[in-house]
T-cell receptor, first 111, second 111 residues
Framework: EPEVTQTPSHQVTQMGQEVILRCVPI?????FYWYRQILGQKVEFLVS????????KSEIFDDQFSVERPDGSNFTLKIRSTKLEDSAMYFC?????????FGPGTRLTVL | SQQGEEDPQALSIQEGENATMNCSYK?????LQWYRQNSGRGLVHLIL?????REKHSGRLRVTLDTSKKSSSLLITASRAADTASYFC???????????FGKGTRLSVIA
């Protein structure tokens, strides 16, 4: 069964460093999303991507964040200069028809 | 505004019992989805119910939707220890817009 994959599963970085989180959505899906979940809190929407551009973004998704679909398969989230409060699980999701399929997540720890 | 608020926040039952979790939301929706999350892990899609549907079944899961009350319930019958997880409802306002998650219900099934 096709699934969304994410790498790495765990990323540890120093405050101020750039990180790139990678996702490979399901191949025939058209919409892509990034969500994050701070430990013990609810899942929050960051950004959605369709037709090679951002279709919607939340207040969390400020200038420190960017997304890219550099080729036909990968979908990346970049955090330019990480802060302590960026520590969270980051989930990628993709969908064709409303049902969103989530990847296993990347746990980002900012020290 | 908050969407998809689940209650109870935590639920502890004996194996074999049924577990019912409720979700309320505030604005109109295209569909509502339930997800499961084991501690520190990814989100597993359980079931999607569209706004024109009232009830849906999948194995031991039964979901109801009452759009007049803006509420949904998830029933897990004959619970097992492996059902221990957090359960989230997530609403989709329209089309392929992002999911709006609630804070979840932590279910503990005691063997």
């Amino acid at each position: 069964e096709p699934e969304v994959t994410q790498t790495p599963s765990h990323q540890v970085t120093q405050m101020g460093q750039e990180v790139i989180l990678r996702c490979v959505p399901i191949s025939n899906h058209l919409y892509f999303y990034w969500y994050r979940q701070i430990l013990g809190q609810k899942v929050e929407f960051l950004v959605s991507f369709y037709n090679n551009e951002i279709s919607e973004k939340s207040e969390i998704f400020d200038d420190q964040f960017s997304v890219e679909r550099p080729d036909g398969s990968n979908f990346t989230l970049k955090i330019r200069s990480t802060k302590l409060e960026d520590s969270a699980m980051y989930f990628c999701a993709s969908t064709l028809n409303h049902e969103q399929f989530f990847g296993p997540g990347t746990r980002l720890t900012v020290l | 505004s908050q969407q998809g608020e689940e209650d109870p926040q935590a639920l502890s039952i004996q194996e074999g019992e049924n577990a019912t979790m409720n979700c309320s939301y505030k604005t109109s929706i295209n569909n509502l989805q339930w997800y499961r999350q084991n501690s520190g892990r990814g989100l597993v899609h359980l079931i999607l119910i569209r706004s024109n549907e009232r009830e849906k079944h999948s194995g031991r899961l039964r979901v109801t939707l009452d759009t007049s009350k803006k509420s949904s319930s998830l029933l897990i019958t004959a619970s097992r220890a492996a059902d221990t997880a957090s359960y989230f409802c997530a609403t989709v306002p329209s089309g392929n817009t992002p999911l709006v998650f609630g804070k979840g219900t932590r279910l503990s099934v005691i063997a």
